[in-house]
C-alpha cells in the first residue's frame, strides 16, 4: 500500500506545489490514481471540512486546500481510466437576474469545488430561463441562486417556478443564498434548502444528494 | 479639553503614504464605470476612458482639481428648518442615521422579528421624527409591497412621515426617475427641492472599483438638483478588499475618491460625504460580519485619513451588532462603535436601531440607541473648562469637610451631565418591587409610551395624492 502521508499533509497545508510533487511520486510509484484519489485526497478533504466546521482552519486555508487537492488531480488524471474523475455532482450557480453581487457566490462555488463538485458558474444576472438552459444542458443536480436584494429574491420564486413548469423539480434541486434569504422564504417559493453561509453550501449540497 | 476628543489611529505619515496610493490607483489603474452615459460624460470631462474596458483613469490634477471643489461643510436638509443640520457639527458633535433597506422588524409585544410592513414602517419613521438624538431617517423595505418598487414606497412613506432629513437608497435602476418625481412633487417642484433637498442620496461602489448604472445615474441625479452625495464604499475585508486594516483603508478611501471626483466633474461644489461602510467576511462562516472590531478600527482610521486629506464630512457604519436581540452584545457594539468613530472623526454616524448584521431592525433598540447616543454625545464633547468650572472658590468654601450639594455652582450645572432614564438608578427593593427590569424592558415601556405621541406629517391633501400616483404609476410600470 502506498504511503500518503505526504500528498495529505500538502493538502492540508494548502501547497499546491507539494501536493502535486507527492503526485507524481505516488505515480511513478506505480500507485492506482482513483485510490490516492479515494483514500487520500478525499479522506484529506474531510479532514479540511471537519477543521473548519470546528473553526480550526478559515476559509482562505480551506480554498488553498482545495486548491492543492486540484493541482494533485491534475497531475493524476492523465492516469486514470477515461482521464475523467468522478465527481460529487454538477452545480449550476449565479446571482439571480439584476443582481450584480457575487462575492458570496463566488465563495460558494469555491467551496463547491473543494467538496468535489463540478460547478457551471453563471456569473451576475443570470435570468431564471438561463438558468434552466445551463441545468438541462449540463444535467446538473443542483442550481445555486444567490441574491443580496430584496427586489432582486422575486427572480428565485420565478426560477423556481420555471423549472416546475419545466418539469425537472424531481431531477434538481434548487437551493438559495443570500444575506436577504431565510428558511421560511425558502419553504414560500419551494426552494429545497438555503445555506446561511458559504461554507454550509457544499454540505447542503451533498445532504441534498445522499 | 472640550470641543471634540480625537484619537489617531494613523500618523500623519502613514496618511501621506495612503493619499499617495489613492491616486496611483486612480490615475494609473482607474475604476470600472459599467454605464455608457457615465463613461461619455467622464471621457468629455476629461479622465482616460477606455469604452471596450468600461476602465476611467482619473488624471492626478484632475482628482487634486475636484479635492479643491468639494466643500469641507454641507448643509443637510430635512423637511423643516429644525432638522438643517451643518455638516461637520458645529459645536464639535456628530449626527445620527437610523439603519438602512431592513425586511425584518422586531415586534415588542411578541418578541419576534415580522415584516416590515408599510404601517411598521410608518410608525419607525415617526419614532425617528420623535426622537431627540436620532437625526436622519434611512429607508426600510416594505414586504406588503411588490418588491420591484419597494425602494419607491418606502420614500413614500418617509416623506409622509418625517420632517427630519431622509437616506435614500435606489434598489434598482429603474426606480431612479421615480424617486425623484416622488421629491419633486413633495417640494412642489425644482426650484423646492434645489432649495430644500430633504435628503442624502447614497450610490454605492460594487466593490472593488466598480460602478453600476444605477449608482451613477444616482450620481447624475443628485448633482442635478444639488443634492448632497454620500457616496458609499461597502468593501468587505479579505472578500471584496484586502484583510488588513491599513489595505482595506486604502481601498475604501480610493473608491470614495472617485465619486467624489466624478461628483465634483458633474456639479463642481456638490456637496459630498464620504461615506465609509465597510464590513468584514467571517473568514469560519463566510457571513459578512457588521458589528465586528477590526472593521470598527478600519472605519474610523477611514474617518481620520478622509477628514486630513479629503477634508469632506465623513460617515461611517456605527451602531451595527451581529445580535439578534437587544442584548449585551448590541450594547457593547453600538457603545464602543460609534464612540471610536465618532473620536475617528466621523460626522454621521449611521445604523441606529439595527439588529442583526444586514436584516433587522428594532424599535426598541432604536430608543436604546437613542440613550446609547446621549452618552457617546458626551463623552465625545470632552471635558468642559473654565474658571468657573474650576470651581476654586466652592472649594475653599466648603473647605475641609464640607459638602456641595446647596450651593448655586451646584445647582446651576447639575443638569449639565448626561442622565440616561433607561439605565438602572434606583435601589434595590424598588427594582424587585418594579418587576425586576432590565435595560430591554424599560426599552419597551419607554417605546410604548412614545408610541401614544406618534403621528404623521401634516403634509397638504394635493401633495400626498401626487406623491401616492406617482408610486401607483411605478407600480404600473415596473412590476410584472
Given at each position: 500500500?502506498?504511503?500518503?502521508?505526504?500528498?495529505?499533509?500538502?493538502?492540508?497545508?494548502?501547497?499546491?506545489?507539494?501536493?502535486?510533487?507527492?503526485?507524481?511520486?505516488?505515480?511513478?510509484?506505480?500507485?492506482?490514481?482513483?485510490?490516492?484519489?479515494?483514500?487520500?485526497?478525499?479522506?484529506?478533504?474531510?479532514?479540511?471540512?471537519?477543521?473548519?466546521?470546528?473553526?480550526?482552519?478559515?476559509?482562505?486555508?480551506?480554498?488553498?486546500?482545495?486548491?492543492?487537492?486540484?493541482?494533485?488531480?491534475?497531475?493524476?488524471?492523465?492516469?486514470?481510466?477515461?482521464?475523467?474523475?468522478?465527481?460529487?455532482?454538477?452545480?449550476?450557480?449565479?446571482?439571480?437576474?439584476?443582481?450584480?453581487?457575487?462575492?458570496?457566490?463566488?465563495?460558494?462555488?469555491?467551496?463547491?469545488?473543494?467538496?468535489?463538485?463540478?460547478?457551471?458558474?453563471?456569473?451576475?444576472?443570470?435570468?431564471?430561463?438561463?438558468?434552466?438552459?445551463?441545468?438541462?444542458?449540463?444535467?446538473?443536480?443542483?442550481?445555486?441562486?444567490?441574491?443580496?436584494?430584496?427586489?432582486?429574491?422575486?427572480?428565485?420564486?420565478?426560477?423556481?417556478?420555471?423549472?416546475?413548469?419545466?418539469?425537472?423539480?424531481?431531477?434538481?434541486?434548487?437551493?438559495?443564498?443570500?444575506?436577504?434569504?431565510?428558511?421560511?422564504?425558502?419553504?414560500?417559493?419551494?426552494?429545497?434548502?438555503?445555506?446561511?453561509?458559504?461554507?454550509?453550501?457544499?454540505?447542503?449540497?451533498?445532504e441534498l444528494l445522499a | 479639553m472640550s470641543g471634540r476628543l480625537s484619537v489617531e489611529l494613523l500618523s500623519p505619515s502613514e496618511m501621506d503614504s495612503i493619499y499617495e496610493k489613492c491616486l496611483t490607483i486612480l490615475s494609473t489603474y482607474g475604476v470600472k464605470v459599467d454605464y455608457e452615459k457615465g463613461l461619455k460624460f467622464l471621457d468629455q470631462a476629461g479622465a482616460q476612458v477606455d469604452f471596450k474596458t468600461q476602465m476611467v483613469k482619473f488624471p492626478v490634477d484632475m482628482i487634486e482639481a475636484a479635492l479643491k471643489t468639494v466643500p469641507h461643510e454641507i448643509t443637510v436638509r430635512g423637511g423643516l428648518d429644525k432638522h438643517d443640520y451643518v455638516v461637520p457639527?458645529?459645536?464639535?458633535?456628530?449626527?445620527?442615521?437610523?439603519?438602512?433597506?431592513?425586511?425584518?422588524?422586531?415586534?415588542?409585544?411578541?418578541?419576534?422579528?415580522?415584516?416590515?410592513?408599510?404601517?411598521?414602517?410608518?410608525?419607525?419613521?415617526?419614532?425617528?421624527?420623535?426622537?431627540?438624538?436620532?437625526?436622519?431617517?434611512?429607508?426600510?423595505?416594505?414586504?406588503?409591497?411588490?418588491?420591484?418598487?419597494?425602494?419607491?414606497?418606502?420614500?413614500?412613506?418617509?416623506?409622509?412621515?418625517?420632517?427630519?432629513?431622509?437616506?435614500?437608497?435606489?434598489?434598482?435602476?429603474?426606480?431612479?426617475?421615480?424617486?425623484?418625481?416622488?421629491?419633486?412633487?413633495?417640494?412642489?417642484?425644482?426650484?423646492?427641492?434645489?432649495?430644500?433637498?430633504?435628503?442624502?442620496?447614497?450610490?454605492?461602489?460594487?466593490?472593488?472599483?466598480?460602478?453600476?448604472?444605477?449608482?451613477?445615474?444616482?450620481?447624475?441625479?443628485?448633482?442635478?438638483?444639488?443634492?448632497?452625495?454620500?457616496?458609499?464604499?461597502?468593501?468587505?475585508?479579505?472578500?471584496?478588499?484586502?484583510?488588513?486594516?491599513?489595505?482595506?483603508?486604502?481601498?475604501?478611501?480610493?473608491?470614495?475618491?472617485?465619486?467624489?471626483?466624478?461628483?465634483?466633474?458633474?456639479?463642481?461644489?456638490?456637496?459630498?460625504?464620504?461615506?465609509?461602510?465597510?464590513?468584514?467576511?467571517?473568514?469560519?462562516?463566510?457571513?459578512?460580519?457588521?458589528?465586528?472590531?477590526?472593521?470598527?478600527?478600519?472605519?474610523?482610521?477611514?474617518?481620520?485619513?478622509?477628514?486630513?486629506?479629503?477634508?469632506?464630512?465623513?460617515?461611517?457604519?456605527?451602531?451595527?451588532?451581529?445580535?439578534?436581540?437587544?442584548?449585551?452584545?448590541?450594547?457593547?457594539?453600538?457603545?464602543?462603535?460609534?464612540?471610536?468613530?465618532?473620536?475617528?472623526?466621523?460626522?454621521?454616524?449611521?445604523?441606529?436601531?439595527?439588529?442583526?448584521?444586514?436584516?433587522?431592525?428594532?424599535?426598541?433598540?432604536?430608543?436604546?440607541?437613542?440613550?446609547?447616543?446621549?452618552?457617546?454625545?458626551?463623552?465625545?464633547?470632552?471635558?468642559?473648562?473654565?474658571?468657573?468650572?474650576?470651581?476654586?472658590?466652592?472649594?475653599?468654601?466648603?473647605?475641609?469637610?464640607?459638602?456641595?450639594?446647596?450651593?448655586?455652582?451646584?445647582?446651576?450645572?447639575?443638569?449639565?451631565?448626561?442622565?440616561?432614564?433607561?439605565?438602572?438608578?434606583?435601589?434595590?427593593?424598588?427594582?424587585?418591587?418594579?418587576?425586576?427590569?432590565?435595560?430591554?424592558?424599560?426599552?419597551?415601556?419607554k417605546y410604548k409610551e412614545i408610541q401614544k405621541e406618534l403621528k404623521p406629517q401634516d403634509l397638504p391633501d394635493d401633495v400626498v395624492k401626487e406623491m401616492n400616483s406617482i408610486v401607483k404609476k411605478a407600480d404600473k410600470a415596473m412590476c410584472s
Amino acid at each position: 500500500m502506498s504511503d500518503y502521508t505526504k500528498i495529505m499533509a500538502a493538502v492540508l497545508a494548502g501547497h499546491k506545489a507539494n501536493a502535486a510533487a507527492a503526485a507524481q511520486v505516488l505515480v511513478d510509484e506505480g500507485a492506482d490514481a482513483i485510490k490516492v484519489i479515494e483514500d487520500a485526497l478525499n479522506v484529506a478533504m474531510d479532514e479540511v471540512g471537519a477543521k473548519m466546521k470546528t473553526g480550526e482552519m478559515f476559509i482562505p486555508e480551506v480554498l488553498m486546500a482545495s486548491q492543492a487537492m486540484s493541482s494533485a488531480i491534475d497531475v493524476l488524471k492523465p492516469h486514470i481510466k477515461g482521464g475523467e474523475v468522478k465527481s460529487a455532482g454538477t452545480v449550476v450557480l449565479g446571482s439571480v437576474k439584476g443582481d450584480l453581487h457575487d462575492i458570496g457566490k463566488n465563495l460558494v462555488k469555491l467551496m463547491m469545488e473543494g467538496g468535489g463538485f463540478k460547478v457551471v458558474d453563471m456569473g451576475c444576472d443570470v435570468s431564471p430561463e438561463q438558468f434552466l438552459e445551463a441545468a438541462k444542458e449540463n444535467e446538473a443536480q443542483i442550481v445555486g441562486l444567490s441574491a443580496l436584494l430584496t427586489t432582486t429574491m422575486v427572480h428565485m420564486e420565478q426560477t423556481v417556478k420555471l423549472f416546475t413548469e419545466a418539469g425537472l423539480r424531481d431531477k434538481v434541486k434548487i437551493i438559495l443564498g443570500g444575506a436577504p434569504v431565510d428558511g421560511r422564504f425558502t419553504t414560500e417559493v419551494g426552494a429545497d434548502g438555503y445555506a446561511e453561509d458559504a461554507g454550509s453550501a457544499a454540505a447542503l449540497a451533498k445532504e441534498l444528494l445522499a | 479639553m472640550s470641543g471634540r476628543l480625537s484619537v489617531e489611529l494613523l500618523s500623519p505619515s502613514e496618511m501621506d503614504s495612503i493619499y499617495e496610493k489613492c491616486l496611483t490607483i486612480l490615475s494609473t489603474y482607474g475604476v470600472k464605470v459599467d454605464y455608457e452615459k457615465g463613461l461619455k460624460f467622464l471621457d468629455q470631462a476629461g479622465a482616460q476612458v477606455d469604452f471596450k474596458t468600461q476602465m476611467v483613469k482619473f488624471p492626478v490634477d484632475m482628482i487634486e482639481a475636484a479635492l479643491k471643489t468639494v466643500p469641507h461643510e454641507i448643509t443637510v436638509r430635512g423637511g423643516l428648518d429644525k432638522h438643517d443640520y451643518v455638516v461637520p457639527h458645529p459645536e464639535g458633535s456628530f449626527y445620527t442615521t437610523t439603519c438602512v433597506q431592513t425586511m425584518l422588524y422586531h415586534n415588542p409585544d411578541n418578541n419576534e422579528f415580522e415584516d416590515v410592513t408599510q404601517d411598521s414602517f410608518a410608525k419607525w419613521c415617526q419614532l425617528t421624527d420623535h426622537l431627540p438624538q436620532i437625526d436622519i431617517c434611512a429607508i426600510q423595505t416594505p414586504m406588503d409591497v411588490p418588491r420591484e418598487t419597494a425602494d419607491i414606497h418606502g420614500l413614500n412613506i418617509q416623506l409622509q412621515n418625517t420632517s427630519k432629513p431622509l437616506m435614500l437608497l435606489a434598489y434598482c435602476f429603474e426606480s431612479v426617475p421615480y424617486l425623484f418625481d416622488l421629491m419633486l412633487a413633495r417640494q412642489g417642484g425644482e426650484e423646492g427641492l434645489k432649495e430644500r433637498g430633504l435628503l442624502m442620496v447614497n450610490p454605492t461602489s460594487l466593490s472593488p472599483l466598480v460602478y453600476k448604472d444605477m449608482d451613477m445615474e444616482e450620481l447624475f441625479l443628485a448633482t442635478k438638483y444639488g443634492i448632497p452625495v454620500a457616496a458609499n464604499s461597502l468593501v468587505v475585508t479579505g472578500g471584496t478588499g484586502p484583510v488588513t486594516t491599513a489595505g482595506t483603508v486604502l481601498l475604501t478611501s480610493t473608491e470614495i475618491l472617485a465619486m467624489l471626483v466624478m461628483s465634483q466633474l458633474m456639479n463642481p461644489g456638490n456637496p459630498f460625504v464620504s461615506t465609509v461602510f465597510n464590513t468584514s467576511l467571517d473568514m469560519m462562516t463566510g457571513s459578512a460580519l457588521l458589528g465586528d472590531i477590526n472593521t470598527n478600527l478600519s472605519r474610523a482610521a477611514a474617518a481620520q485619513f478622509i477628514k486630513a486629506k479629503f477634508k469632506t464630512p465623513v460617515e461611517t457604519f456605527s451602531y451595527m451588532s451581529d445580535s439578534y436581540s437587544c442584548d449585551g452584545q448590541a450594547s457593547v457594539e453600538k457603545s464602543l462603535m460609534p464612540t471610536l468613530d465618532a473620536l475617528g472623526g466621523s460626522d454621521i454616524l449611521y445604523g441606529a436601531g439595527r439588529l442583526g448584521g444586514t436584516t433587522c431592525a428594532s424599535p426598541v433598540q432604536l430608543v436604546i440607541d437613542n440613550y446609547l447616543t446621549e452618552i457617546s454625545r458626551q463623552f465625545v464633547a470632552g471635558v468642559k473648562f473654565d474658571e468657573d468650572r474650576l470651581a476654586l472658590d466652592q472649594i475653599l468654601e466648603a473647605g475641609a469637610g464640607g459638602n456641595y450639594l446647596t450651593m448655586e455652582h451646584t445647582r446651576d450645572y447639575c443638569r449639565d451631565g448626561v442622565h440616561p432614564e433607561l439605565f438602572n438608578q434606583i435601589g434595590l427593593d424598588t427594582w424587585k418591587a418594579t418587576g425586576k427590569k432590565n435595560l430591554y424592558d424599560r426599552a419597551v415601556d419607554k417605546y410604548k409610551e412614545i408610541q401614544k405621541e406618534l403621528k404623521p406629517q401634516d403634509l397638504p391633501d394635493d401633495v400626498v395624492k401626487e406623491m401616492n400616483s406617482i408610486v401607483k404609476k411605478a407600480d404600473k410600470a415596473m412590476c410584472s
